[in-house]
């Protein structure tokens, strides 16, 4: 926390732009196999995920560490996505 504090004080700009890929990625996520089918509840931590993620980005104050875990948190929801791909092969 203290070399956080400490790179927020040397004026180094926070890179979001990992978090604004995985943010502007949500529609193709949600447009695939894995999220359409996915459970639920796990369509919903997506959905919350991004939108948090979407909050960080919208934050001018918002630490590296914050845009960090935020993206982590998106990757991890998409990596729990366990929708199947639809069997298309008795049609």
């Known amino acids: 926390a203290i070399?956080?504090?400490k790179d927020n004080l040397n004026g180094k700009e926070t890179d979001?732009?990992?978090l604004h890929a995985v943010v502007d990625g949500a529609q193709e996520v949600k447009n695939?196999?894995?999220y359409k089918n996915a459970d639920?509840?796990?369509k919903?931590?997506?959905d919350?995920?991004?939108k948090s993620g979407q909050a960080v980005l919208d934050n001018p104050?918002?630490?590296q560490a914050d845009v960090d875990n935020a993206k982590g948190a998106i990757d991890q929801a998409k990596d729990n996505l366990n929708g199947k791909e639809t069997d298309k092969s008795g049609l």
């Open 3 to 5: 070399d956080q504090a």
């Open 16 to 18: 979001k732009s990992g």
């Open 32 to 34: 695939s196999d894995a």
């Open 40 to 42: 639920q509840g796990k």
């Open 44 to 46: 919903a931590d997506y």
């Open 48 to 50: 919350n995920a991004v």
């Open 61 to 63: 104050k918002a630490s």
